[in-house]
C-alpha cells in the first residue's frame, strides 16, 4: 500500500504567448522591437520635418521640374517613390506639388504612380527591418495575433478592404502604415491595390489644390479636407476597433471553453 501522500493539483501551465500584458512595459516591449522601434520612430517624425523643407521650397522646386520638360515627370515620380518608400518626406506635399507642376490630371497620375511604387518600396524595407521581430511580438500575445488575423488574415477580399480602408484618411501616416501593414504580414498584392485604391480620393484632393496655389507663401490646407480628414479618420477608426473587439472576443470565448467543448 502506497502511504505517500496525494501531491496537491498544479496551476495549469500557461501556454507560451498568453502571458498578460499587465507584466510588462512598453519599454520592454520596445527593446524586444530593436529595429522596428527605431524605424517606427524615424517614420513618425522625419516625414514631419523634411516635409517643411519642402513646402518652403515649393515653388522652386516646381520651377526646376518644368525646366525638365519631358523628363520632369519621370524624375518627379522616381524622386517621389524614393523620398515616400523610405519614409523622408510626406505624400500629401508631394502630391500637391505635382498638382502644381503638372496640373490636375497628370500631377493625379503621377503622384498616384509615385504613391503605388512607394508603397512597394516601404513594404520591402520594412520586411527586411522589421518584420521577424513584430511576428515575434504578435505570436507571443494570443489577442493581438488575432487582431491580426482578422484584419489582414482572413482572406484576400478582406484584407483588400482593410488596406484600402486604412489609406483613405489625408491624414493618415503613409510610412508609418506601410511598417505596420508589412510586418503585420500582409499579402503583396491585396497591399498594393488597396494603396492605390485608398489612396486615389486624397491624391485628386492634392492634384487639384496644388494646381489651384498661385503663391506658395500663402497657401493653406483647406478646411473642408481638415474636416474631412477627422471625420474620415474617426470612422475607418470605428470599422477597425470593431473587428479587433470582435476577434478579442473571439479569443476570450475559447480560452474560457470547458476542455472538450467546441471541438470536433
Not at 522596428?36 to 526646376?64: C, E, K, Q, R
Not at 524595407?125 to 489582414?152: C, G, N, P
Not at 484584407?159 to 484618411?169: D, K, N, Q, S, Y
Amino acid at each position: 500500500m502506497n502511504d505517500a501522500p496525494n501531491e496537491p493539483d498544479q496551476p495549469p501551465v500557461r501556454p507560451q504567448g498568453d502571458e498578460p500584458a499587465t507584466r510588462e512595459t512598453l519599454w520592454t516591449i520596445i527593446g524586444r522591437m530593436g529595429p522596428a522601434a527605431y524605424l517606427a520612430a524615424a517614420w513618425t517624425f522625419m516625414p514631419a520635418l523634411l516635409g517643411f523643407t519642402l513646402l518652403a521650397n515649393m515653388g522652386p522646386v516646381s520651377g526646376w521640374l518644368e525646366s525638365q520638360g519631358s523628363l520632369g515627370m519621370p524624375i518627379y515620380i522616381a524622386a517621389f517613390v524614393l523620398s515616400a518608400g523610405l519614409g523622408l518626406l510626406p505624400t500629401y506635399a508631394q502630391a500637391t506639388l505635382g498638382g502644381f507642376a503638372f496640373g490636375v490630371v497628370g500631377g493625379f497620375g503621377a503622384a498616384l504612380a509615385g504613391f503605388t511604387g512607394a508603397s512597394l518600396v516601404g513594404y520591402a524595407v520594412a520586411r527586411l527591418v522589421a518584420r521577424a521581430r513584430v511576428e515575434a511580438e504578435i505570436e507571443r500575445h494570443r489577442k493581438a495575433k488575432a487582431v491580426r488575423d482578422a484584419l489582414v488574415g482572413s482572406g484576400w477580399w478582406r484584407t483588400l478592404g482593410i488596406v484600402t480602408l486604412v489609406r483613405v484618411p489625408p491624414n493618415s501616416p503613409f510610412a508609418l502604415t506601410n511598417l505596420a501593414l508589412s510586418a503585420a504580414e500582409t499579402r503583396v498584392v491585396p497591399f498594393v491595390a488597396g494603396t492605390a485604391i485608398g489612396m486615389a480620393p486624397r491624391t485628386l484632393a492634392a492634384a487639384v489644390i496644388g494646381s489651384q496655389i498661385s503663391d506658395w507663401a500663402t497657401a493653406k490646407k483647406p478646411l473642408w479636407l481638415v474636416a474631412t480628414g477627422v471625420v474620415v479618420t474617426l470612422l475607418v477608426a470605428g470599422v477597425i476597433a470593431i473587428i479587433a473587439q470582435r476577434a478579442i472576443e473571439k479569443v476570450t470565448r475559447g480560452a474560457e471553453a470547458p476542455e472538450g467543448v467546441g471541438t470536433a
